[in-house]
């Protein structure tokens, strides 16, 4: 063994640097997240050294999915949270994160909004003792090595969409543009009012809407990946084809969280890999990653369990009719009866499973 290792002891040193290297490359991984959370938005941002940001939190409904999706990667506290703009489809999952994690700081449009839910919002920023800012064009924050410049709102004289919170992030080479809901608008108030807007990741303005991304702002933008946040045969016809064509004229890489699931950009400033074909699948109060061209489900592998849907309150055998009518991507199943209860969910009337 002794010879083996002497006669072979460069091969061993080289191997030895690829280890220390790589390591050090994984240690300066910035990772951002698009999560999938149906129509609406949601990204978690995990700097390299571990400090954490969370801009929106989808609808409501899906707040336990992005709960567990957030744990998943190990993370129970959030450094930032950010409330891009007071629609439902990005404050909703907020509710949970806001109680369930602790938080260092909420930066917040500060659009005020009549709904319950941003009422609820606001409530449980208090009840909390969450730090609490409004952003403004100019601001920057910063998570270590990752620097964060706010570009847009200067004021709340918008709509909802356009007061969307824009922030332009930057980690070595790397710039990730992340756009809210903003319109034509607001973006060409953002080109008037910056110098450079250059970004090679481009998180789409509104779910891809035809009212969004001009031809102007992409000119400026000059994205090399655009991501596209929008729910499966959702009621708004997002994205537009409008904007899938520019997109698409312009050589950028298109994905879509209605069509891949989650979308994970890693990169350490200098070079990036993108995850996809990702979908946030819950099963027994564990998360798991299920690629989307998987089948549902074997009802025979599942006859002890119990399966739900993210968008009612009923659990149901595998075999029930209204069970085989659940899309994949809105499955929940529970191990026993009790954790279906727990997760607020009734028995169906049609299949009866035990109560």
């Not at 191997?15 to 050090?24: E, K």
């Not at 002890?304 to 209204?322: L, M």
Request: with cysteine; glycine share 8%; net charge negative.
């Amino acid at each position: 063994m002794y010879k083996f290792l002497k006669e072979h002891k460069l091969m061993w040193f080289v191997l030895l640097l690829i280890f220390l290297f790589s390591t050090v490359v994984a240690g300066n991984q910035l990772k951002v997240h698009y999560i999938d959370v149906g129509q609406g938005d949601s990204i978690l941002i995990e700097a390299p050294n571990n400090q954490t940001m969370l801009i929106d939190g989808g609808p409501k409904e899906r707040g336990s999915n992005l709960r567990f999706y957030i744990n998943s990667n190990s993370i129970n506290e959030l450094d930032y949270v950010v409330s891009t703009h007071p629609h439902a489809d990005h404050i909703g999952g907020l509710l949970t994160i806001l109680e369930d994690f602790e938080v260092g700081k909420v930066i917040d449009s500060g659009k005020v909004h009549t709904s319950k839910t941003y009422e609820e919002y606001l409530t449980t920023i208090d009840q909390n003792g969450i730090p609490y800012e409004v952003g403004r064009t100019g601001d920057k924050l910063k998570l270590g090595d990752v620097s964060i410049k706010i570009l847009h709102p200067d004021n709340t004289n918008y709509d909802l969409n356009n007061t969307s919170v824009v922030m332009l992030m930057n980690y070595g080479k790397a710039r990730f543009l992340f756009m809210g809901d903003i319109e034509e608008e607001a973006e060409d108030e953002i080109l008037e009012n910056n110098k450079s807007v250059y970004a090679q990741f481009l998180k789409v303005g509104h779910h891809g809407s035809g009212t969004s991304t001009s031809t102007e702002f992409l000119k400026n933008v000059k994205p090399q990946v655009a991501v596209i946040m929008c729910g499966e045969d959702n009621n708004y016809g997002h994205p537009d084809e409008t904007t899938i064509k520019k997109l698409r004229e312009d050589g950028i890489d298109v994905y879509r969280t209605d069509k891949n699931g989650t979308i994970v950009i890693k990169t350490n400033g200098e070079s990036y890999s993108i995850d996809k074909q990702f979908e946030s699948k819950i099963t027994g109060g564990n998360y798991q990653e299920k690629s989307k061209d998987e089948d549902k489900p074997d009802s025979n592998n599942n006859k002890d369990k119990f399966v739900g849907s993210i968008e009612s309150d009923k659990y149901h055998n595998p075999g029930c009719r209204w069970a085989e009518k659940i899309k994949p991507e809105n499955e929940i199943w529970f191990d026993s009866v009790e954790e279906a209860k727990a997760e607020g969910y009734k028995p169906c009337g049609t299949c009866s499973p035990p109560n």
